[in-house]
């Protein structure tokens, strides 16, 4: 089966998920392809790259206003074009998820976690703010009180200002837990964070793309539009099983993780695909000041150092 045989089964799969979250697959066009590259861009530009996945110009139009009404992407008009471009609180999120979704492994752990607790206050939105750090990683180990071993602690502080809450909430970090029975520790872990249903996740997205690798590496790379399309499925669909992941350092995860190994996977084919693919977006894509700008410098540092 050739690459290009292979990318029709991923868009037939894509297309039988349903509900078909058309906004969840913007997203992840501008968080991918977009946001180092300037974060704007003409609305029939985004139309014409989602419709080989079978997506109408309606449901991309509805999806765009909807992320407008939510603050990801503000519109700009230009004589009868549309342009859309990530908004301030779009691009904050982008800047969180960012280093969840491209980086490794973590293996570097001082054994020490970041506790925050939820005091009982009417300015705190308990049940937001449990899902906002949600995003970041973080477990509900108790009534009020979410934990994570290795937080990105900038994103932390910049989602705690963007509901209001910083001033409000205690935050404690290198809390040990040295006098915790490793048992315990285990049963805290495993509450906290569904690593069973992760791995199931994860397995079957190396299920998917490993064929897809196997052609790749042997020179079967196929043309600039395919390179693209395989690329934003990939993402996609890996980006929607690591939001979910806390990205836990390896001392605390099940032996054999097949996270890691999808990680590796997905950067050796997100490399293959990069040449092609950014040639095909700098090629279809505008802006109302002309052409995308390229990418910054840190578009290169995505998966510990693109080529």
């Given at each position: 089966m050739t690459v290009a045989q292979q990318l029709e089964?991923?868009?037939?799969?894509?297309?039988?998920?349903?509900p078909l979250r058309?906004?969840?697959?913007?997203?992840?066009?501008?968080?991918d392809l977009l946001a180092q590259r300037g974060g704007a861009v003409w609305l029939g530009n985004i139309i014409n790259l989602l419709e080989p996945l079978g997506i109408n110009a309606r449901h991309v139009r509805t999806a765009v206003s909807r992320l407008?009404?939510?603050?990801?992407?503000?519109?700009?008009?230009?004589?009868?074009?549309?342009?859309?471009?990530?908004?301030?609180?779009?691009?904050?999120?982008f800047r969180n998820a960012t280093p969840q979704i491209y980086a490794g492994p973590r293996s570097d752990w001082d054994k020490t976690w970041t506790l925050v607790i939820l005091p009982d206050n009417k300015v705190i939105?308990?049940?937001?703010?449990?899902k906002e750090l949600g995003w970041l990683g973080f477990g509900k180990i108790a009534k009020s009180i979410l934990a994570h071993p290795m937080p990105d602690m900038q994103p932390l502080e910049q989602t705690l200002d963007g509901l209001g809450i910083r001033n409000d909430v205690i935050i404690l970090q290198q809390a040990s837990h040295e006098l915790t029975s490793s048992s315990a520790l285990d049963t805290m872990v495993k509450g906290c964070w569904n690593l069973e249903e992760l791995g199931v996740k994860?397995?079957?997205?190396?299920?998917?793309?490993?064929?897809?690798?196997?052609?790749?590496?042997?020179?079967?790379?196929?043309?600039?539009?395919?390179?693209?399309l395989i690329r934003i499925l990939m993402v996609h669909e890996y980006r929607k099983i690591l939001l979910r992941d806390p990205r836990l350092p390896d001392m605390l995860m099940p032996t054999h993780w097949e996270g890691n190994t999808a990680y590796q996977?997905?950067?050796?084919?997100?490399?293959?695909?990069?040449?092609?693919?950014e040639n095909c977006l700098s090629n279809m894509m505008e802006t109302e000041e002309g052409s995308l700008p390229s990418p910054d410098k840190e578009f290169f540092q995505r998966f510990s150092g693109l080529l």
């Open positions: 089964k991923l868009i037939q799969a894509f297309q039988e998920q349903q058309v906004g969840s697959l913007i997203i992840t066009v501008y968080g407008n009404k939510d603050n990801w992407i503000s519109p700009h008009q230009v004589g009868r074009k549309s342009y859309y471009s990530l908004t301030n609180s779009g691009r904050r999120r939105n308990k049940d937001v703010t449990i994860y397995g079957k997205f190396l299920e998917r793309y490993r064929p897809v690798f196997q052609k790749l590496s042997s020179g079967d790379i196929p043309g600039e539009m395919d390179c693209l996977l997905c950067r050796d084919i997100y490399q293959l695909l990069l040449s092609k693919s």
